[in-house]
């Protein structure tokens, strides 16, 4: 028992070095600007996504001052974080009013931790009519195929602001979290 917890004890101490020793800087510096952009900035992706929910399935990130990658410059706003896969590599859409306005590059790409959502993202509370409401629907929906909903992939944003004036973003959508990594000044 000793030996397991000695054990665990050492991955766990290993994950927050090697978090810690992340150089942003270097990774800021060796992303590339995307090259690409979509036809009439619409995400073809986008009705795929959406076509099973009733409203947006993305993260909506508010944004009070400008950030910058490179040479893009992210303006103030509300936008719709949409995690997409072009030729291999994995970026993030910023989309305003269902168009795409910037496209950045993701660093990294993991499985988001089992149980995650269920610790993170708060229950609904329902007034007895909106269970009765709900369990209604998931009786019929067992019976009836055509009234079967998918839910929504969950979802949940994270910040943080770095050292020398960096601000990491993890988007998480569905099943895997997505990392960027932005200046909060021009470099």
Do not use: C
């Amino acid at each position: 028992m000793k030996k397991i917890l000695l054990v665990l004890l050492l991955i766990v101490t290993g994950t927050f070095v090697n978090a810690e020793n992340t150089d942003y800087e270097q990774i800021y510096r060796e992303l590339e600007v995307p090259d690409f952009s979509y036809v009439h900035d619409i995400d073809p992706g986008e009705m795929y996504d959406i076509q099973h929910t009733s409203w947006s399935p993305y993260p909506l990130f508010r944004l009070t001052s400008p950030l910058y990658f490179k040479n893009i410059i992210i303006e103030p706003g509300y936008y719709l974080l949409t995690p997409r896969e072009h030729e291999g590599n994995w970026y993030i859409l910023f989309k305003e009013q269902g168009k795409v306005r910037y496209i950045i590059p993701v660093y990294n790409r993991e499985i988001v931790p089992l149980g995650f959502y269920d610790e993170n993202l708060p229950k609904p509370k329902l007034t007895p009519s909106q269970k009765f409401h709900i369990k209604f629907l998931d009786f019929v929906g067992k019976y009836v195929r055509s009234s079967q909903r998918k839910p929504a992939p969950e979802t949940f944003l994270e910040t943080t602001d770095l050292d020398n004036n960096f601000i990491s973003i993890i988007i998480y959508w569905g099943n895997y979290r997505y990392y960027m990594v932005l200046r909060t000044v021009r470099l």
